[in-house]
């Protein structure tokens, strides 16, 4: 039983200390002014329908979709000198123009197609001139965090929140409700609202040595 304990034990551990391995990462520049470089999607067609987003790591067909629903977008300049720095998956000219909405009217993107248990889904709201504010919400919750790490600001400032410290909003284990995800900007109030960038990044199910390991620590505690 001893052994048989030191096994099951070890394949836990082996399947704990089993890095997660992004599927889909999908890579979303709101633009008519600009394309960002790369296998990123640059979307023209703010508020209607684009098919087959590609992976950027391979180029590869995702079978995913944006929506703009009719919302309300506008083709906004948003960073307008590129100011914003290029760290982690954010290049420029990602956000140098994007989805903007005039003041206190809502927009919503819908992402369709995803096969992938959970995602995390990430939103960049950058703005040069003065501060657009916006209330932005992932299946009607608000981000879990920010990228620098600094806290979640609601309305997020596009200038003060967004661009001058260069950081984004990102929510974390984002479930999809029938393999569709809804992204909503509540601009104002008073200001108008912008979004430059998505990022929708897959978070793979649990490693089946962790479940094995798992379930051997189970079989012990019955024997």
Known sequence: MKRVLIVGVAL?????????????????????????????????????????????????????????????WQSFFGDDGGAFADQDWLIQPATVDGAGLQSDLTGSYTLAGLTGPAYQI?????????????????????????????????????????????????????????GSITITDVAGPGTLGILNAIRVYEIPEPSSVLLLGAGLIALIRRK
């Open 12 to 72: 836990l551990a082996l399947g704990l200390s089993v890095p997660a391995q992004a599927l889909d990462d999908i890579r979303i520049d709101l633009a008519t002014k600009s394309s960002t470089p790369g296998n990123w999607n640059n979307i023209s067609n703010l508020t209607g329908l684009t098919t087959g987003l590609i992976d950027f790591n391979t180029g590869a067909d995702t079978g995913a979709s944006i929506d703009g629903g009719g919302s309300p």
């Open 122 to 178: 990430e939103l960049v709201s950058a703005r040069t001139t003065f501060g657009y504010l916006n209330t932005f919400t992932v299946e009607g919750a608000l981000a879990d965090r920010t990228y620098l790490g600094t806290p979640v600001q609601t309305p997020w400032n596009s200038t003060t929140d967004g661009l001058e410290p260069s950081n984004w909003l990102i929510w974390d284990g984002v479930v999809p409700d029938g």
